[in-house]
């Protein structure tokens, strides 16, 4: 293929036992499996995988080339950037103190709660059955271990997990554990230099 060409990509396809609403967007190449329910106005990128029994809230946004697995659910008003993977049973919440009923007994309408997001960036990855509080920001390029909760902030190429998460390491572009060299957290496996900043790690340019 030469730089001119264009690159060609699949149409989307969704399964006839998924309910996904005419206002939501779906570009080229995304897959939606059976029995998952894509809310008014969500936007997917593409080539986005949508698996089985997945749950995406209204208006939610979810980035080019990111894989949902099975069971899912996306509460709006979260973000999901470009390459994110979710693992099985992942809940991004959107109440930080959720009721049913006011101090009366009555029923709570919608009109009478705050929804609060959850903004997760490029190329992160959150494992199966974690739970995200929030509000809160999970990092480029950070990973969440398996059955966590995660209540805060993770930073850009941090490894959290446990109940409340807590960071344990930092980690490279494919999960690695980079080590630390002369003032330099350094991959091991592409020999990427970075330097920690206030938001997490960045990358030495050079």
């Known amino acids: 293929m030469t730089d001119n060409e264009d690159v060609i990509t699949a149409p989307?396809?969704?399964?006839?036992?998924?309910?996904?609403?005419?206002t939501s967007s779906l570009a080229a190449g995304v897959k939606v499996w059976h029995f998952s329910q894509i809310r008014e106005g969500a936007v997917l990128g593409e080539n986005c995988v949508v698996s089985k029994d997945v749950y995406i809230?209204?208006?939610v946004k979810v980035g080019a080339n990111t894989k949902i697995q099975n069971a899912v659910q996306i509460h709006d008003p979260a973000e999901i950037h470009n390459g994110v993977f979710l693992g099985p049973n992942v809940i991004i919440t959107n109440d930080?103190?959720?009721?049913?009923?006011?101090?009366?007994?009555?029923?709570?309408?919608?009109?009478?709660?705050?929804k609060v997001g959850t903004t997760v960036k490029e190329g992160a990855?959150?494992?199966?059955?974690?739970?995200?509080?929030?509000p809160c920001v999970v990092g480029s390029w950070s990973l969440v271990?398996?059955?966590?909760?995660?209540t805060h902030d993770v930073p850009d190429h941090a490894m959290v997990y446990g109940n409340p998460a807590k960071f344990v390491n930092w980690v490279g572009y494919s999960g690695e554990i980079l080590e630390s060299s002369g003032g330099f957290?350094?991959?091991?496996?592409?020999?990427?230099r970075f330097q920690e900043s206030e938001g997490g790690l960045i990358i030495e340019e050079s």
């Open 12 to 22: 989307s396809y969704v399964s006839p036992l998924a309910i996904v609403d005419e």
């Open 57 to 59: 809230g209204p208006g």
């Open 96 to 114: 930080k103190v959720p009721r049913a009923a006011g101090r009366n007994g009555s029923a709570l309408i919608s009109s009478e709660w705050q």
């Open 125 to 134: 990855s959150i494992g199966a059955g974690s739970t995200v509080i929030s």
């Open 145 to 150: 271990g398996a059955g966590s909760v995660v």
């Open 185 to 192: 957290w350094i991959s091991p496996i592409s020999g990427d």
